[in-house]
């Protein structure tokens, strides 16, 4: 099996400051384990940490090095070749080390040169075999992990569909006699709506996208509600390409339609309003509270907790979905982590 590209490349990036300090550190505790185990009259043995420590640090960079340039190389190779390809420049490396280590400290030492030189070969090769074993599993569980997280993702956005759906449909049908310009006009919407619907592929999207399909719901809604319902945009400049999962603010302005102004006769007023503070974006949907009589929309409170699970799914505790409730006004409150879509998330 090859690696398609570095980035599914079971090894970490060694080009990384960070993966390269923390295997500094990893290798250090090794040698700490050792220098304790060779010490005899203390705790451990400080001239032998530290000639070990130098030689250990010096070889990891260096192999952390060779492995940092050839990784575009590894990564095309399979599993078996590449995990036999670093082994190998691992022990080329701590061979040459060896032989200059051992000739500098101890001269002369041509006896046992060689059998220190293969027990330190077969120690690091050892190492090494075990390390790509953690990396290698590593690798697969995250692999696991996105693969569920996707199907959680896929399934929890397939539940959206049918509440817009079955509404949407409802209108239409009553256009078609008396207006079929409109109807036309709110099928082209509503296959714009079903379309984003069926991307599941998609995890983030930019806001400007997002806004576009509430804009596309709220134009079939207009058609059915008329003059009851007013619109307030109030969208903060320079928020378009702010990373947002597709059809997670629809369904809060669909409840704000079916709990705030369907149920008034005299209609209301949905107020929209997204806008930058600190390291976050806020959306916010505010309607009229209306006191619920029965459970006939229990499918759009569902379609809102699907909404919030997705949104822990992609980006964790920083993420907060709440509802609150001042006087006549009931507000709900998306809060995303300020992020820049991508061809990647998209």
């Not at 070889?59 to 095309?76: K, Q």
């Not at 070749?81 to 420049?89: K, W």
């Not at 929890?156 to 008396?178: C, D, E, G, K, W």
């Not at 009851?228 to 702010?242: A, K, M, N, Y």
Request: proline letters at 5%; aromatic letters at 8%.
């Amino acid at each position: 099996m090859n690696h398609k590209d570095t980035g599914e490349f079971y090894v970490p990036d060694l080009c990384r400051v960070r993966a390269v300090f923390m295997l500094l550190i990893t290798s250090e505790l090794f040698v700490l384990v050792l220098a304790i185990v060779q010490a005899r009259n203390s705790w451990i043995d400080w001239n032998y940490f530290g000639l070990l420590s130098l030689f250990v640090q010096w070889t990891t960079l260096t192999s952390a090095a060779l492995i940092c340039l050839l990784r575009p190389r590894l990564a095309r190779m399979s599993v078996g070749r590449s995990t036999l390809t670093i082994v190998l420049l691992v022990v080329l490396d701590v061979f040459a080390f060896s032989l200059f280590a051992d000739r500098v400290l101890h001269p002369g030492n041509g006896g046992d040169l060689w059998q220190t030189v293969a027990k330190k070969l077969l120690l690091a090769a050892l190492i090494v075999l075990i390390v790509l074993r953690y990396f290698y599993l590593q690798n697969q569980w995250q692999q696991q992990r996105e693969a569920e997280m996707q199907a959680r993702l896929t399934s929890l956005q397939a539940r959206i569909q049918p509440h817009f759906l079955f509404n949407s449909m409802n209108t239409i049908a009553s256009l078609i006699a008396s207006n079929p310009e409109q109807a036309e006009d709110a099928v082209l919407d509503l296959s714009e709506l079903f379309r984003a619907s069926l991307r599941t592929d998609d995890h983030l999207i930019p806001l400007s996208r997002e806004l576009e399909l509430c804009q596309r719901y709220l134009a079939i809604e207009s058609l059915r509600l008329g003059s009851r319902l007013t619109l307030d945009w109030q969208v903060s400049p320079g928020l378009e390409q702010q990373a947002i999962p597709p059809l997670s603010l629809q369904p809060l302005v669909e409840n704000a339609i079916y709990h705030g102004i369907q149920p008034r006769p005299e209609g209301g007023t949905v107020r929209i309003e997204i806008y930058p503070r600190g390291g976050f974006v806020y959306l916010m949907v505010q309607n009229p509270f209306v006191e619920p009589e029965d459970r006939q929309h229990q499918g759009n409170r569902m379609a809102v907790t699907n909404t919030q699970a997705r949104l822990q799914a992609l980006f964790g505790e920083p993420a907060v979905l709440k509802h609150s409730r001042q006087g006549s006004i009931y507000t709900v409150t998306l809060r995303l982590p300020r992020r820049t879509a991508t061809r990647k998330d998209e």
